[in-house]
């Protein structure tokens, strides 16, 4: 049996849950409230560093979730999300590694506006968007003609970088106009059905607000 550990806005968790329902396998959902839970013994034995997501496989821990896709990936290869052809699968883990290293931790000053609270650095904001916008050009640089990166299928570049870019243009207020072919990549993935099923609801998204703004006050 797979549990996945998760939190509903957090993009680490929601690539694992993507990847789960893309190969089509049964998994229990486990909420952990990021106001505390994590540092619950019971879930420190599952991860010491009390991070989501963590996957447990009937017994078998798993945390990192660039290392959970790879082990879901070897374990369950139908189906594939790794190309085969050497520069593809180069492709896919330079997006994979740009969306993590470089991508997300430039949304850490926009997310005064993706949760609409106050207190946004304009400064910080300004050098965000730019490293944004170097981002978005490598991804416009490396989709060709194929659909996906790398590949005329889904791959797990699609799934890392698609579950951190929609919120960048649905509520960073980043626009996708001058990236066409990342925004369409972007349109074509919201719509298939794991990432609609993964989507978070407003309810989760006030949840997150009100932590954040607790958390802020408390400073
Ligand atoms: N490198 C880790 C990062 C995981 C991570 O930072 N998770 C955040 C949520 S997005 C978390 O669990 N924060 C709560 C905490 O660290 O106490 C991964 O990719 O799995």
Redesign the pocket.
Known sequence: MLTLYH?PV????RRVWVTLLEKGREFELVEVK?SGE??KPDFLAINP?????ALVDDGFNV????A?LDYLEAKYPTPNLLPKDVKDLTIVRMVQMVS?NELLPALTPLVQRILDLPGEDPEKVEKAEQKIATVLTFFENLLDDRPYFGSDNLTLADVVAGTIIPILSLRGGISLDKYPKVSGWCSGLITRPAWQASEATEATFAEFRSNMLARMQQK
Not at 10 to 13: E, F, I, Q, R
Not at 49 to 53: E, V
């Open positions: 939190a957090s993009p680490n968790s990021l994590q540092f560093f009390h991070h989501i997501p945390v990192e979730s660039l959970i993590v």
